[in-house]
């Protein structure tokens, strides 16, 4: 077919996108996907210099200094994409913690914390879109939850995250659901286990990388890059007739 190209519904020029947790680990490959395809990437984090560290390695992108887990960040990041850029086109709630601890040596304030980080600061920064997004009539929110969200690993005891992340993928389920007559779109993208700033105490050690590799049916942790193709797809009308759906890029754990 003459003209036809199969990628033209990947990009994403001229769409602002709004990324949190942008400044280390898997936020900033998904910035640099987001920029690739042409979006104006309002990347948000705690620590503001390394953000601006990426900034400047990108065409179309700035810098907020945001922490999503303080009283209405996220609402003051979501107005201001609006107030510099007057929409919001995506929102990715990437921004995460985690807390590798056995349950019963977890303090009930750590439990606490790592829910309102990875759990509730997902859903304030979807509900603070969802005015923009429904009257303009479109958008997509993409959560980042995990593979934890559907199998727990008796290698790594985190209870607290295991149950924010399967809480997070009910979440997108029901969002989905609620928004779509108003063209909102959410999905949520879980990982596997990936070599970031995050998972260093496993990846920094190769005789417990060994242990995780053996776990995973593909024999191996993610590479830099095997998420791309997702987020294109989640951020990008490439997935225009998809919403409260997981795509779980793992190797094989959830199977």
Known sequence: MSGFDPLASFRLDGKVV??????SGLGVRFAQVVDGL???????ARRKERLDDLVGTLEHAEAVACDVGEAGANE???????DRH??????????????????????VDGYREVVDIDLVAPFALARAAYGPMRAQGSGSIVMVA????FRSMELLP??????????????????????ARHGIRVNALCPGMFPTEMTTGVTDHAEVTEMFE?????RRLGRTGELDGAVALLVSDASSYMTGQTLVVDGGVAC
């Open 86 to 107: 007057g929409r919001v086109d995506v929102v990715v709630a990437n921004a995460g913690i985690a807390n590798a601890v056995p349950a019963a040596k977890e303090s």
């Open 146 to 149: 995990s593979v934890a969200g």
């Open 18 to 23: 709004v990324i949190t947790g942008a400044s």
């Open 214 to 218: 053996a776990a995973v049916p593909m």
């Open 76 to 82: 003051a990041l979501v107005e201001h994409a609006l």
């Open 158 to 179: 985190q209870a607290s995250y295991v149950a924010a992340k399967t809480g997070l993928i009910g979440l997108t389920r029901e969002l989905g659901l609620q928004w």
């Open 38 to 44: 042409g979006g104006i990437g309002v990347l948000a």
